[in-house]
Each structure stands twice: as structure tokens, then as C-alpha cells.
């Protein structure tokens, strides 16, 4: 890409969006038993951000953020809630930062200051294929304990997510975004663990889940385990989509 | 105020705020056992608007909302959460509206798209003194179902704040911003009925709210009832604020 074409796209970027305003996203997958959040780098630096980006005129906030997911993901579905907006006058040093990864040339475009919209989506990892875009060249999955040095108040941002989808993880079935179609109860409990950050208790916990008849146990055991092979179960999708609407 | 007066406030306003973003404020209070808004009606007309508005360069959105809000009420002290961005493409006709509510030679100031953060806040009435401004002629408390005619999307966002109120108000002490500083169980119940829309068991309710340590009995009793005089109670305030700590 040259030059010429870096300022033609950053010029006619910055002419059809909003001023002052974005999106972030927090995507959270469970991979290996650990809560993870896609994180991008930037071209040849060490420098790493949250997917996200400015808002079309035309289009809305919840729409900016699906855009901005499926352009990274390739998903078609993506589970996504607005969960907080951040819109401290310091929290992102536009000018300092973009001068260290954008051509001089480009930096008219950028504002001073910018809100940002956050929005937590669940992502079923297995089933994402990675793009990169002009400003990134690498996508990764990280531990929600283990950031990498990210730019403006991303660390914040996720750190608010994970509080927010802690406080509404507890009574709601989003797990269904997260787990393979088929699953034993001891992996969803050990996704609610990870997501909780506590230990349940086995019995309790497999009471209160299967009292909620959102689940059907198929006919199908998990075969490998180390015990006697559980069974399998699954979201009953018509029973999941019927809490859906009623909450949101 | 002449037109040049409104001109000039009108050209510093839009020169010293962010353009396309603005808050909206759902204030709450509780009175005679109904939840209310506060609403604004803009001079000479049938219009009814939340308190809100632009976002200065210098301050952050809470602190927007902030000013707003003690503009109006002369409240130094709010209780003021943010609970959802509200950013459809068509969500406000501002051209449209605002031709009807000032005059021509204003319109030039008003973006074609605004995208807005919804706080709410709860008050207690009163404490309040409300004030005007050069757009608007009246304030007043209007029940939740029974709201006037309003602009843009402002009866969705009223909407949406009932149901984050409801969301967050069975488990945590908030009712401790919308009471006087003395009242009986009873008092609370209805409150707690009111904003939940529904009955509570009496006796649940009590064993409930006794058991958390919030609440402090004092040496006093409600007179003038019809029963046996309730004692009065009174809100911890160091137990309050631990929890205020511990939940933001």
C-alpha cells in the first residue's frame, strides 16, 4: 500500500463517521479453561488494542460494533451487549500515540479527544477465521490475566467487561456462546468457575442448572475421561432464544 | 434576551462542546409511594424533554451529567449512574424538532445525528430546587405511566431506565437516596413494591433488609398512623458507603 492509498482510505474513513466518537469491543472466548480476549497488534510495534473503530453516519452504535467484529472474525452471529461508556476527558491520548503508528501525513485526521462505547461479545473461538486490517498485523487470543501492553484505557475497558459479564453471568445462560455444542456438566461448571473466579459446589450447582430446563442431555456419553463417562448435554436453542427476548 | 443574546450562548455552547454527542439524565424520586421523572417543557409549547445536553471539551461525561442535573435541582450531592448509549442512525429528529423550538437563525448550530449517554440518577424531591433555562419554562415530577408528550427517543430512554433501576434495586441499598432520612419498614416495603411492581411477603421483606446490618432502628416512632406506631429507621451511612465502595 502506498502512501497515496493510506491517505485516500484514512480521508474518506474519517469523512463518512462520526467525530469524537468510537466503538471497542471485548471479545471474550473460553479456550483451554481460561476466560480469553481478542487483542491486536499494531504493525511492527508491541503495541496492542481491543478491535474497534469510529462510527459510520449511517450506521448505528450497535451496528459500528458488529462491523467491527465480523471484519476481524469472519462470524456471521456474534452475541453482543453495550456494557459501558468511557468518556473521561484524559483517557485516550489520540495525538501522542497514533504519531508512534501512523505516517505523520495522517495524523490531521486524527481528534483529540474521543468517546468510547464499550461492548462485550461472546465468541465461539472455534469457529473464528482471523483478518488482519492497514494498521494491525497480528490477532491473538490472551488470558484476561495476562494483557499485553495495550494502548489508551483498553486494560480498563476490559477490566469493566469482565466485572460486567461476572454480574450478569451468574443467573443468565451465556455460556451457550461460549462451550462446543455438546458438553458435560462438569465442563459448564468449570466455565462458570473460571468466569466467577470461585469454586462451586458440584451438587448445588448441577441442581440449579438443570432446574432452569434450558439444557436436554443427549444420548451420547464424553468418551477419554480419566472417570466413568459422563453424559453429554446441549442449549435447548428455542428455550435459550425465549430467555433472550425476554431479558433484552 | 435578544436574539443577539441567544445567538452569542447559542455560538459559545456548540464552539466549546463535542459535537454529535450529548447526555440525557432519567432523575428519580419516590413521591406519594409513586416513582417519578423529572421532566422539562420547552417555552410556549407542549414538549417535554429529560434534563440534559452537550458535553464540554474539558469535562468528562459524568461530569456532564453532573452539571446538568445541579443546574436544574440545585443539588450538590446526586446519586448518578450511567446505564446505557443510546445511537440509532434515527433515533432524534433534531433538525426537525428544533426548528419548531428556536428560531431560525439557530438551527445552523444543531448536528443532523446525536448519539446519547443515558444516566440515571435518584433524588430526593425534597431537597430539590428546580431552575430554568433560556429554552425551557417549566420542571416537574411526572409519573413513570402517566409521561407527557416527549422529544426524540426520550420515553424509550425513560423506559430503559426503569428497567435498569428494576434490575439493580432489589439487591443493593439504593432506596437510601429516594427516602427521608426516618422511616419505617413499612415505608420501604411500599418503595421497593413500587419499583419492582409487585407485593413483597411482608415478612420476607423484613428478615431481608434486617439481615444486611444497612439499617439502624432508632429511639423514635412514627406517629399519626392508623396501627400501633411503627418504629422509624434510618440508613447506616458508613455501612452505606462501604457497599457503595465495594459495588463501583
Same mark, same amino acid.
Given at each position: 500500500m502506498t502512501q497515496d492509498d493510506l491517505n485516500n482510505q484514512l480521508k474518506w474513513l474519517f469523512e463518512n463517521a462520526m467525530s469524537g466518537i468510537s466503538v471497542d469491543c471485548v471479545a471474550f472466548a473460553y479456550q483451554e479453561e481460561r476466560l480469553k480476549v481478542l487483542c491486536l497488534r499494531y504493525r511492527n510495534t508491541d503495541i496492542w488494542s481491543l478491535p474497534g473503530g469510529l462510527v459510520f453516519k449511517h450506521e448505528s452504535l450497535h451496528q459500528s460494533a458488529f462491523r467491527t467484529l465480523q471484519e476481524r472474525? *469472519? %462470524?456471521? #452471529?456474534i452475541y453482543l451487549k453495550q456494557f459501558q461508556t468511557f468518556g473521561e476527558v484524559e483517557r485516550a491520548n489520540i495525538k501522542e500515540v497514533m504519531s508512534r503508528l501512523v =505516517? =505523520?501525513?495522517? +495524523?490531521? !485526521?486524527? /481528534?483529540n479527544r474521543s468517546i468510547s462505547v464499550g461492548y462485550y461479545a461472546l465468541v465461539n473461538h472455534r469457529e473464528v477465521i482471523f483478518t488482519q486490517d492497514i494498521l494491525t498485523d497480528l490477532t491473538a487470543w490472551h488470558d484476561i490475566e495476562e494483557l499485553? $501492553? +495495550?494502548?489508551?484505557d483498553h486494560v480498563q475497558i476490559i477490566n469493566t467487561a469482565v466485572k460486567s459479564l461476572k454480574a450478569q453471568f451468574d443467573? %443468565? /445462560?451465556? #455460556?451457550y456462546h461460549l462451550l462446543p455444542k455438546k458438553f458435560t456438566i462438569g465442563e459448564l461448571q468449570k466455565l462458570h468457575e473460571e468466569v466467577l473466579g470461585e469454586k462451586l459446589e458440584r451438587s448445588n450447582f448441577q441442581k440449579k442448572i438443570l432446574s432452569t430446563a434450558i439444557l436436554e442431555r443427549i444420548d451420547e456419553r464424553k468418551i *477419554? *475421561? $480419566? !472417570?466413568k463417562s459422563p453424559y453429554l448435554y446441549r442449549f435447548k436453542r428455542e428455550k435459550y432464544e425465549a430467555w433472550v427476548n425476554q431479558v433484552f
Open positions: 472474525t *469472519g %462470524l456471521d #452471529s =505516517p =505523520p501525513f495522517a +495524523m490531521e !485526521y486524527f /481528534p499485553p $501492553a +495495550m494502548i489508551f443467573h %443468565l /445462560p451465556l #455460556s *477419554g *475421561g $480419566a !472417570y
